[in-house]
């Protein structure tokens, strides 16, 4: 069966609607008419037109609605209705009020560079609104504030499809984005992911971050150390470089992997971007660790000649050597990372078979 290709078209972020929302509502309140369409400038300096929808306005109110595009990124908050809803404030001639509503989360953790109580709008889909607002208002802000309250119906179930709860922001998603563009199946809005996990755990004072490849790890660690709070878990996916780099800048001593046979294999060979693509998997490791625990020649040179690590965990299992392989294995990993990171953290290692069941731990200084 072959490969389906990965879509390349272009999205817009929740922030890029939200502004483009914001502005053509605003306009409504300049013109007495919401447009049809509305060209918003995106914090990277392009100008793009947005279909608006739901438009109206009387003398001191408007509102509008852009629904989001995520273009083929597979994003939860495709086709969201992005709405702006936005009255002047006669009382503050020249403000620019940014208010949440509905299906908009709550900051409830400090670590987000958010005000804790206040919306999950993040700081650059803010200046972008905030620059349209004023954009589009020109003269009417001499003579009056304007406040804008960004929505998004239905948000609170989207966010259940993320692990915003992990970051302490609750019912409802978050209004993101750096560019105002959605790269599809976008590596830097995960990776940025990856590092402010870690910051919030640091900032609510957990000494131990624990880093998985995905989903399967991540359960299996969660029931190992289920004394640890949620804010610690963190899926850093193919990211480990960029995951123990924030570890260390954000000065927390004790970190814990979760992994299977293949990505520890690649930590263990030196790899710290570790995505399947990049490089193959070592099998010569994986034979040389197999001799140390007494595996006959022929299976370890059965393993140098097979591609996938899967091969060399179960002939292992068939010799009833896994623990001591999965030993060995865990072993390299602290090692290997040692030379890279000697003297940061105290790292332990979790090791699970395919269906979650634990294999071995290993833990040492690196």
Not at 54 to 72: E, L, M
Not at 230 to 250: N, S
Not at 348 to 356: A, E, K, N, S, T
Request: glycine letters at 12%; proline letters at 4%; one cysteine or more.
């Amino acid at each position: 069966m072959e490969k389906k290709a990965k879509g390349t078209r272009k999205g817009y972020t929740t922030g890029a609607c939200s502004a483009a929302a914001a502005r053509a509502a605003v306009l409504g309140l300049v013109d007495g008419t919401v447009p049809e369409t509305v060209d918003c400038d995106l914090p990277n300096g392009q100008q793009v037109r947005f279909a608006v929808c739901n438009g109206y306005c009387d003398r001191d109110a408007a509102h509008a609605v852009v629904i989001k595009d995520a273009g083929d990124d597979p994003d939860v908050t495709d086709k969201a209705p992005l709405t702006a809803e936005v009255r002047l404030l006669p009382e503050a001639p020249g403000a620019v009020v940014l208010k949440g509503g509905e299906g908009v989360g709550t900051i409830t953790m400090q670590g987000l560079g958010l005000e804790v109580g206040g919306p999950a709008i993040n700081p650059v889909p803010r200046r972008n609104i905030e620059a349209n607002v004023r954009s589009a208002a020109g003269a009417l802000l001499e003579r009056s504030g304007i406040e804008v309250t960004i929505s998004v119906p239905g948000g609170e179930d989207m966010a259940k499809k993320t692990l915003n709860y992990r970051l302490g922001i609750i019912g409802g998603i978050s209004i993101l984005g750096t560019t105002g563009i959605v790269h599809p199946y976008s590596t830097a809005a995960f990776r940025a992911s990856v590092i402010q996990g870690i910051e919030v755990a640091a900032s609510q004072d957990q000494d131990t971050v624990v880093l998985t490849t995905g989903g399967r790890t991540e359960k299996f660690t969660m029931q190992e150390l289920p004394e640890l709070a949620p804010a610690c878990f963190v899926q850093m996916g193919d990211f480990l470089k960029y995951a123990l780099d924030t570890v260390v800048e954000c000065g927390i001593r004790k970190v814990v992997i979760g992994g299977m046979v293949g990505k520890l294999t690649k930590i263990a060979q030196g790899e710290t971007i570790t995505h399947a693509n990049r490089s193959a998997v070592d099998t010569e490791l994986l034979a040389e660790l197999a001799s140390e625990i007494g595996a006959p020649a022929d299976i370890c040179d059965d393993i140098r000649q097979s591609e996938m690590a899967r091969y060399a965990s179960e002939r292992m299992e068939e010799l009833g050597l896994i623990t001591e392989f999965y030993t060995a294995l865990g072993r390299r990993v602290i090692a290997t990372l040692s030379q890279r990171y000697t003297g940061k953290f105290r790292l332990r290692v979790l090791m699970c078979d395919f269906d979650g069941k634990k294999l071995a731990e290993v833990e040492g200084d690196v």
